[in-house]
Structures are given as C-alpha cells and as structure tokens.
C-alpha cells in the first residue's frame, strides 16, 4: 500500500508540473562540450504548430563561473522552409555590475531566459514547415577584431517557443 501512494505522489507530481507550462510550444537544450567553439552553431527543427498564431521565441543558455564576462553576443539566424533567412546579433547582459550572475539556480549553474523575439511586435512563423535555428556566439575581447576562438563557461544552449498572451 506505500509503495502505490508513493508512485501516486510521484505521477501526480509530474502531471502538475508538465501542466504549469502551457504555453510551451517547444523546448530544446543542446550541451556545450567543455568550450563553444565560434564556428559551432547550435542548431534546432523546429515545426510550429500554427502558421497563424504569434508566439514568443527565447534563447535559453546554462553558464557556470568560469564564463568571464558580463554581456554575451549571440548571432541567432532562423531559417524558413522556403529558403528566407532572418540573422540577428543580439547582445545579452549576464552579470551585475558587481559580478554576479544573473539568471536563476542556487548551484554554480544559472540559466538565463533571453527574449529572442516576441516582446515588441508578435512572431508569426508565416511559412508551414520545418525552421532551422542556428545559434552561435560572437563574443570579443575588448579591443580585438577576431572573436574569441573557444568560450568557456557555457554548458547548455537552448531555444523555446511561448504561446503570445499579449497579441
């Protein structure tokens, strides 16, 4: 009779905690191996539901304290299945200016949710098919033309997908 209540508590859990995430369309991590390379793009399928509806896109990203910098430069190109391609380079704070990270976690893990696209005007995937979202990051050192060749400290790159509330 335990062992039953106990899975029941433990399905329940799940249940409750799968159903407090309704507006999630898609949710994908990528690990990062030890350093990022600039050349390596993390990429994500994506086939939105609707080709009607807006929805909110997020870049995810998992960093520990050996990342060494305050701000991170991320080049996000989403391709359409009929060949159009958006590119965006986004600049996204990560540290207080007293050095703490921002984001959320208790470990020396923080994961940040980056707005991506969404938060100004709705995104609309127009086109039905499969996306292809590329992610790489374009991070320099102060004063220096080429990119820095392997960042450390991020561990998990992801991409998310949010039902719009707002349009």
């Known amino acids: 009779m ?11 859990i799940l249940v409750i905690s799968v159903s ?3 507006n999630r369309v898609f949710d994908e991590y990528k690990s990062v191996p030890d350093e990022w ?25 998992r960093n520990t304290e050996d990342y ?10 989403v391709n359409y299945p009929n060949g159009k391609t958006l590119k965006d380079t986004l600049e996204y704070k990560m540290a207080n200016p007293d050095g703490t990270f921002l984001g959320t ?23 039905s098919g499969e996306y292809t979202v590329n992610i790489q990051h374009a991070m320099r050192q102060n004063g220096s033309v080429d990119g820095i060749d392997k960042l450390e400290g991020i561990t998990d790159v992801g991409f998310r997908i949010e039902h719009s509330q707002t349009h």
């Open 37 to 61: 390379n600039k050349a390596n793009k993390i990429e994500f399928k994506v086939t939105p539901p609707d080709s009607t509806r807006a929805y909110n896109l997020f870049v995810n990203l």
């Open 68 to 77: 060494k910098y305050s701000n991170l430069f991320l080049i996000v190109e």
């Open 2 to 12: 335990q062992k039953s209540k106990y899975w029941f508590i433990c399905l329940l």
């Open 105 to 127: 976690g208790f470990t020396d893990v923080k994961e940040n949710k980056l707005w991506y696209k969404g938060y100004e005007e709705p995104f609309v995937f127009n086109e």
């Open 20 to 22: 407090c995430d309704s």
